[in-house]
């Protein structure tokens, strides 16, 4: 099946600073998503991006399909930006299940 | 709008119960999904609804494992006799036009 990677495992910043996030994945995908869980286990959906870039305020995403990767970028941290990092992908178009990353768990300090 | 719900928010059953555990989709969404969330698996798929069939139930860890879903809306998973390995935190969502969107989940512990 389809691998799914994630880079750095883990990340810790000091607030202000910036920083990206790496999905790697093995095979041709329809749609990726990027989500933000939170302290108390929340996923909360960032971007919805099979290809291209997209900017949501201090956060933007890109995805180059025909290379297999997503980056995620962080500018300006803050303490609530802490959490973990999923990337997801959708493998089969029949379904649309997910596919997860292990994540990248997030700590920016005050 | 209202999001995706579960209830309950916690269960702790004893080894051998059966567990049943409740999702409320959005407003709307055909598509509806089952996840669990555990810390040596990470978050696998478990089932796919679209309506209230299920094509896909490839996820399913065990036949212990089953879930239906009603009047294209809320879906209930159910857990026979339930194991240890069983503990994590199921989640549930839906999706529209390609965007899941997740409910707060259930953190289920199996004693």
């Known amino acids: 099946g389809i691998q799914v990677e994630q880079s750095p495992p883990d990340l810790i910043l000091q607030e202000g600073a910036n920083s990206t996030l790496r999905c790697n994945f093995s095979?041709?995908?329809?749609?990726l998503q990027w989500f933000h869980q939170n302290p108390w286990g929340q996923l909360i959906n960032l971007f919805y991006i099979p290809s291209g870039t997209k900017q949501n305020g201090r956060l933007s995403a890109t995805t180059v399909a025909t290379e297999r990767y997503s980056l995620l970028y962080i500018s300006s941290s803050q303490t609530t930006d802490s959490g973990v990092y999923f990337c997801a992908v959708e493998y089969s178009s029949n379904t649309g299940k997910l596919i997860f990353g292990q994540g990248t768990t997030l700590q920016v300090k005050p | 709008g209202a999001g995706v719900s579960q209830s309950p928010s916690n269960k702790v059953t004893e080894k051998g119960k059966d567990v049943e555990l409740r999702c409320d989709p959005i407003s709307g969404h055909t598509a509806l999904y089952w996840y669990r969330q555990s810390l040596g698996q990470g978050l696998e798929f478990l089932i796919y609804f679209q309506g209230n069939s299920a094509p896909d139930k490839s996820g399913l860890p065990s036949d212990r494992f089953s879930a239906e879903r009603t009047g294209g809306s809320v879906s209930t998973l159910t857990i026979q006799r339930t194991q240890q390995e069983d503990s994590a935190v199921y989640l549930c969502?839906?999706?529209?036009?390609?965007?899941?969107?997740f409910g707060p989940g259930t953190r289920l512990t199996v004693l």
């Open positions: 969502a839906s999706r529209n036009q390609g965007t899941q969107y």
């Open positions: 095979d041709s995908v329809n749609n």
